[in-house]
Structure formats: structure tokens, C-alpha cells
């Protein structure tokens, strides 16, 4: 008599709690990068720039009052944020399209499919 009942056995279940698992794992080390970046990252971003100019930086160099530190600083947090947002749209934009890829793969294909995505995010 076979049972009806979901098992541990059954491949299904296995492949959603892997998914589960590694969404989880994603999402996590997503956070943390994101609260790596705003308590590490004070800085005005400039892409491919070798230096940056930082809020303390910014405020002894041009002698700032304390109320244009102020400002700065709130200026600075805003960038923050906005670059922030931005990163989590571009997340997710790279999210969808993997998606998207992966229902035209077969298990083989999504398997190496996979590979060559960790060979590019791989530094």
C-alpha cells in the first residue's frame, strides 16, 4: 500500500526546502551586505574612483559649521539610502532574470547554469 503522504524521500520536497533554504541564505547575506555598506560607507560614491571624499573629510577640510555639518551629514545619509535603493533594485532586477533563465533550463542546464553564475560572482 503506498502512501499518500508526503516523505523526506520525495525529490519535491527536497528541492523546496533546498530552495527555501538557499533563498534564505541569500536574503541574509544580502542584509548583511546592505548593513556592511550604510554603517561602512560614508563616503560620496564615485564609481571607479581610487579616492572618495568622506563626511569628516568633507567638514574639517572645509572648516564647516555645525549647522552646514549638519546638513552634510543628512545629505550624506540620503545618498546613502538612494544608492542603497538603488542596489536593491538592481538586486532584484538580476534576481528576475536569473528566475526567468532558470524555467528555460532543464535540471543539467540549471545545474551548470548555476556554475557559471558563481564563476562570475567569484572573485
Given amino acids: 500500500m503506498i502512501s499518500s503522504h508526503a516523505t523526506w524521500r520525495n525529490p519535491r520536497i527536497l528541492a523546496m526546502l533546498f530552495m527555501v ?8 547575506a544580502w542584509t548583511m551586505r546592505m548593513i556592511h555598506r550604510q554603517f561602512h560607507q560614508t563616503a560620496i560614491f564615485q564609481p571607479n574612483a581610487s579616492k572618495q571624499l568622506s563626511y569628516d573629510q568633507l567638514k574639517d577640510e572645509l572648516n564647516l559649521s555645525s549647522e ?26 538580476r534576481a528576475t532574470g536569473k528566475n526567468r533563465i532558470r524555467s528555460i ?19
Avoid at 533554504?21 to 541574509?28: M, Q
Avoid at 533550463?105 to 572573485?123: G, T
Wanted: hydrophobic share 40%; net charge negative; with cysteine.
Fill in 68 to 93: 552646514q555639518a549638519r546638513k552634510l551629514k543628512s545629505i550624506l545619509d540620503d545618498f546613502v539610502r538612494y544608492n542603497q535603493d538603488l542596489q536593491a533594485q538592481i538586486e532584484d532586477f
Fill in 105 to 123: 533550463l532543464n535540471a543539467q542546464q540549471q545545474q551548470q547554469f548555476e556554475k557559471l553564475c558563481d564563476q562570475i560572482q567569484s572573485p
Fill in 21 to 28: 533554504f538557499l533563498a534564505g541564505g541569500l536574503v541574509g
